[in-house]
Nanobody, 116 residues
Framework: QVQLVESGGGSVQAGGSLRLSCAAS????????MGWYRQAPGKQRELVAV???????NYADSVKGRFTISRDSAKNTVYLQMNSLKPEDTAVYYC??????????WGQGTQVTISS
């Protein structure tokens, strides 16, 4: 059973930084795409950043230049370095990964709260 386990959320003041991590547990081949999504209260879940197995990345316009996604494919782990955080970045952040053989998996979510 493959699960995604997230860590690194928390509360910081505006302008601060946080680093999220998400690791796939269980014996599984390398994931194809891995990414981060977020959902703020009363809003739909939205893409934050994705990275494919070749290392190509894509970011939401709202986080470009502030967030950096990276991965350690050997460990099936994806990271999100978040700098210059703003109150509007407050949300539950979810990790997502997909494999050709088993499909999509989501993490349980980690809360990120930015105070002004």
């Amino acid at each position: 059973q493959v699960q995604l386990v997230e860590s690194g959320g928390g509360s910081v003041q505006a302008g601060g930084s946080l680093r999220l991590s998400c690791a796939a547990s269980g014996t599984i081949s390398r994931a194809n795409n891995m990414g981060w999504y977020r959902q703020a209260p009363g809003k739909q879940r939205e893409l934050v950043a994705v990275i494919n197995d070749g290392g190509s990345t894509n970011y939401a316009d709202s986080v470009k230049g502030r967030f950096t996604i990276s991965r350690d494919s050997a460990k099936n782990t994806v990271y999100l370095q978040m700098n210059s955080l703003k109150p509007e970045d407050t949300a539950v952040y979810y990790c997502k990964a997909n494999w050709l053989r088993i499909g999509i998996r989501w993490g349980q979510g980690t809360q990120v709260t930015i105070s002004s």
